[in-house]
Each structure stands twice: as C-alpha cells, then as structure tokens.
C-alpha cells in the first residue's frame, strides 16, 4: 500500500492509505531480496531451494514467495551474509549488492545486529536505488506491522 503520511489510518481520520495492486510484485521481490528477507524466502522454498559452492562461495536459488516465476538467486559472502542477489522474473532482472556490514546501532545499544552499510538495487542494469546506513534502530527485533482495515479490506477481495 502507499500511504499520504507516515502511519496513515493507524489512528482514526489521520492520514489516508491506498492499496497498490501495481507495485506488489516488486515490493514483494525487494522484501525477499533483502539481507533479512532472503534466508527466509530460501528456507519456505523447500524442495525448491537449492545450495551450490561452485564459485567458491555459498550459492543458494530459491522461488521468491508471492511472486509467479520470480526465482531469487544469493551469492553469500565469507560469514554467510547476503552479497549479491539477483531476482529474475521474465524479461525483468533485478539485482541487489549489500556491502559493509556491521552493527549500525548507537555506540551505547550495540546487540550484533548486522545491517549492510551499503546497498544498491538495479533494475535490468539501471540503478534504482543507492543508499548508505549511518544509523539503525535494532535494538527491538520484534516488530509488530498493523495493517490499515483499508489495505486489509483490498487485500480480501482479491
């Protein structure tokens, strides 16, 4: 969904949220694609999930759940962390670098929660996006997503 302010409809009257059927696909392949997302996308592929060392590095291809015929593949670097993975579905490549990984907390809230410090996105080779990480909120790893009666009642109806 997109939404016209941060938390939109988690309180009553504030904020609009709009579904955005269009943009599902490629929400869904960037969350599976993600350094977090990927050991569980591999992991709920089963059978389907393959491991390979063959570049001298962990190699691990898995279907990309919620998205038909997108098949996600992970080049792992020296700690088993997600280097490269690269999503291809039909004509549409998508690939992700993740770099730099380290514990991007406050100096006084350091938990080893590691966060690349470095990510890009590239779509069918044109950069999408490019950022840098100078902080993160680890710290609370459960995290709790309500989902706007709006975007729930869309997502019912299809």
Not at 12 to 23: F, H, I, L, R, S
Not at 61 to 77: I, K, Q, R, W
Not at 142 to 157: D, E, L
């Amino acid at each position: 969904w997109d939404e016209d302010m941060v938390g939109a409809e988690l309180v009553p009257g504030k904020g609009k949220e709009t579904a955005n059927a269009a943009a599902l696909n490629e929400r869904l392949i960037r969350l599976w694609a993600s350094p977090q997302g990927a050991p569980k996308a591999a992991a709920a592929g089963g059978d389907k999930t393959t491991v390979s060392h063959d570049t001298g590095k962990a190699v691990v291809t898995f279907p990309v759940p919620g998205v038909p015929g997108a098949v996600a593949t992970a080049t792992l670097n020296a700690q088993y962390m997600a280097e490269r993975v690269e999503v291809r579905q039909g004509a549409v490549v998508t690939e992700f670098t993740y770099a730099d990984y380290a514990d991007y907390n406050n100096p006084l809230n350091k938990v080893d929660a590691f966060y690349p410090g470095k990510l890009v996105e590239r779509r069918n080779g044109a950069i999408i996006r490019d950022l840098t990480t100078t902080e993160t909120e680890t710290g609370n790893v459960y995290v709790v997503m309500p989902v706007p009666a709006s975007v729930r009642k869309t997502a019912a109806q299809r």
